[in-house]
């Protein structure tokens, strides 16, 4: 269980680290929130995730892939599967992470240059967001680059709002860190010990450790913002799990998070189920789609051995392996291709033949995955457990998928989404051992 951990903060800051001068006042309950007249109407909750386009450290970081998934991705199906947000927006000044968050299901806040500057602040975009939505009483400030946010933390935050009565709520961590004090360069001193005492080293489970602020979420009401103040009144704090607090900011941290985020991130409201039959659109994705013919009007085509030894792997972990095509390929050279499989081309309705097949092998849609990259899987990727398509596949086989690869088509994109299936099926069988 995600444990939930309240107390009165003892410094104010902004999410971007910057003190704010002064402590902030103590503050009443919304006035929004208060007795009206007739049926009192809930307080107007909006999930706000930050996303500007000029990005230094990561050009585009927000609508980067990550574990095939555009960043802000993960933080929008988090956001929206909670339940507990009357609206979910995207501040944004850039036109391609408009068009990912409304992919996603966001609606769109469209910054002006003034507060999307380098110089601006998180507050300035979010006090600029309120002043054209009045309706909005509390904000949820989700960072874009949290990609292992969970909605559970969202609705036990939203529940310290409504319930408890808190202005304020942050995202910490727990770290056992010890920490020392700093020597100017140049300066002869001596260290010392901040939070520990040297002779006297606690071992770490003798030892709480302390709270940091991770950034993942800042959640205020209305009136504390306008004030200027993301934290303050009566605030409290929310101890996220130490394996859920990710954070993106330079190149180096990918790697690390892309593997953090298969094995403890949030992949949707539905439990995943063991992938029993793997079909592969054969143009495109196990090919290149390039078509070479001989003298003798012979047809030649290629394909990448890391394809095939990812066929051949999912074969060995007990998953039945089947290509299809809508063209008239010839079956003759798929044959010499000697991968074993079973197949079925020249197929105008590509999701009636998948249907059948895994009626026949009686599996649900969720132990069915599919590669595609073209109109034509549009439909099995949109219906099937876990769908996937190369770096090269058509924008609307793109929009309707849940793995993009990095590799393209007939160049390891097979080989890639192979592997992304034998990570997701760890987190499954891991899942059934708890």
């Given at each position: ?29 919304n006035?929004?929130g ?30 980067k ?5 555009p ?27 408009e ?9 769109v ?13 998180s ?5 600029e ?10 904000v949820?400030?989700i ?44 300066v ?20 709480d ?6 950034g ?46 298969l ?16 079909v592969?659109?054969?143009?495109g ?13 012979k ?109 393209s ?6 080989r890639?989404?192979a ?16």
């Open positions: 269980m995600d444990s939930v951990e309240k107390g009165a903060a003892t410094s104010v800051s902004n999410p971007r680290g910057r003190p704010s001068r002064g402590r902030p006042p103590k503050l009443q309950r006035s929004r208060g007795q009206g007249r007739g049926v009192e109407k809930p307080p107007h909750m909006a999930a706000l995730i930050l996303a500007r386009g000029g990005s230094k450290g990561i050009p585009l970081k927000n609508i892939h990550l574990a095939g998934v960043l802000i991705g993960w933080v929008l199906r988090a956001a929206l599967d909670s339940g507990v947000f009357q609206s979910v927006w995207v501040s944004t000044d850039h036109d391609e992470i068009n990912v968050a409304k992919q996603f299901g966001a609606q806040h469209r910054r002006s240059s003034e507060a999307s500057k380098d110089s601006s602040t507050l300035d975009a979010i006090i967001f309120l002043n054209y939505h009045n309706e909005v009483d509390i949820g400030n960072q874009a680059t949290s990609p292992c946010l969970h909605p559970t933390d969202l609705q036990k935050v939203a529940e310290m709002i409504r319930e408890e009565g808190y202005d304020s709520v942050f995202s910490v961590v727990r770290r056992h860190q010890f920490r020392w004090g700093e020597i100017q360069k140049g002869r001193e001596m260290t010392e010990p901040l939070n520990l005492n040297p002779a006297k080293r606690p071992r770490r489970q003798d030892w450790g302390e709270l940091y602020e991770n993942s979420f800042y959640f205020a009401k209305r009136h504390l913002i306008e004030m200027g103040y993301l934290q303050g009144g009566k605030m409290a704090y929310y101890e996220m799990r130490a394996e859920h607090s990710v954070d993106i900011d330079v190149d180096i941290d990918w790697p690390i998070a892309e593997q953090r985020v094995r403890y991130g949030y992949f949707g409201k539905e439990k995943l189920k063991e992938i029993k039959l793997f592969c659109n054969i143009d994705c196990l090919t290149n789609g390039h078509i070479y013919v001989s003298g003798d009007q047809e030649i085509i290629s394909y990448d051995i890391k394809d095939a030894i990812g066929i051949s792997l999912l074969k060995k972990s007990g998953i039945e392996v089947r290509l299809i095509s809508e063209r008239a390929c010839s079956k003759q050279t798929l044959s010499s291709l000697k991968l074993d499989c079973k197949m079925e081309v020249n197929v105008p309705d590509k999701l009636a033949v998948v249907d059948e097949w895994r009626k026949e092998m009686g599996l649900c849609w969720k132990e069915v995955a599919y590669l595609g990259n073209e109109v034509s899987d549009e439909e099995c990727l949109k219906k099937v457990g876990l769908s996937g398509v190369p770096a090269d596949a058509c924008a609307a086989a793109q929009k309707a998928v849940g793995y993009i690869c990095k590799s088509g007939g160049r390891g994109a097979l890639e989404f592997e992304h299936i034998f990570l997701l099926m760890e987190k499954v069988i891991n899942s059934c051992q708890k």
